[in-house]
């Protein structure tokens, strides 16, 4: 028998896994096309445009003929860049160079090409549950074991240390953490870091702290757990443009990582996508450099939205939202509605119009969670929650 293209696809595929954030906005705009109206609360990403001189940075560099390849690692002038920043916004000066950092078309392929960096087969690889996709994913892809430590509701979405301290063990290669955290919104504490820091260096493990939400922060000040004594060198960041500057489609990200890794994950970034785009990577410097009122603009904006959404959300019965403390989700507790959050999702697509995520996407401690993204203006918020409270006892 001849063998049909499916039959050829690796048995590594069935590792990977996906961002259904993504399929949902299929979804709902095939729903869309037959003319409903949708109210999108399922793709992270912020709903404002790009401020006007990154953008002006990207079009001066065109006609400039800013279009070849570049080094993999990205041009030195944004690695630069990034390093500044990197080591002033962490409290940290002069901390890091370009030696230190490695630019890519986001931060979801950096963490890609540092995990194919990093783990063995066998090794572990730590990391919250529930949990954006793509660290298991990889991890799994490499063959390595994946171990998930429950966040705990109780703790405002924090990680459970204790079980973390009972996993750890000598296999434990990386753990990731990723504050503020998508899709709960929780901010680990300093006292949570120090413990994480202080299991790092008894366990020799490396720490991945995913700190893309780290503009998005909306209590006290953003902490690293690179800032805490002796963890730069165990510590590899992954922070991009997406989430703070609104430049989710203009695909650009990095790592900040101690300067032995940086050569082996450039070799992955040469192996994979060769560069970033010239003129992206100039309008990324002009991001860092410019003015960052726009920064601060919309994150007032998206406190404001947070307020009314979560407030919103508890006032209808049986759901309970927590206040997220960065980031721009809410995950609502409707364990009392069902634990079937996956189909409460589809419900509130198909019969509310609201286009959001089931918490069981991120992992199985996300069951009976839903995500609402609220990068989404008040006005549709309000009409959000209304279609919300009218539907959800209809949901049997
Ligand atoms: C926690 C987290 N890390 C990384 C990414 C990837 O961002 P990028 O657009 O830079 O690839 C996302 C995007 O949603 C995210 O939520």
Redesign the pocket.
Known sequence: MIATSADRICEAVSRLGS?S?FEVLARARALEAKGRKIVHMEI??PDFETPEHIKEAAIKAIRENHSHYTPSAGIVELRDTIADYASNFRKMPGAFTRENVVV????????WNTLSALLNPGDELIYADP??P?YASAASYLEAKVTPIPLLESKNFRLDLDELENKVSARTKVLVI?TP???TGGVLLRSDLQRIADLAHKHDFLVLS?E??SRNFYESEFLSISELPGMKERTII?D????AYA??GW???YAILPPELAPVVTLFNNNTFSCVATFVQMAGIAALTGPDEPVRRMNDIFRERRDRLVRGLNRIPEISCTMPEG?FYAFPNVSQITHDDKALAAFMLNEAGVACLGGSAFGSAGRGYLRFSYAASLDDIDLALERIAEHTPNFR
């Open positions: 961002e954030a992270g990403e890519a078309p986001g931060a979801k392929p950096i963490i949990a954006y793509a990723n955290h998508n899709p995913d893309i939400y992954v991009g443009f997406s989430k430049m989710t695909r650009l990200g980031a």
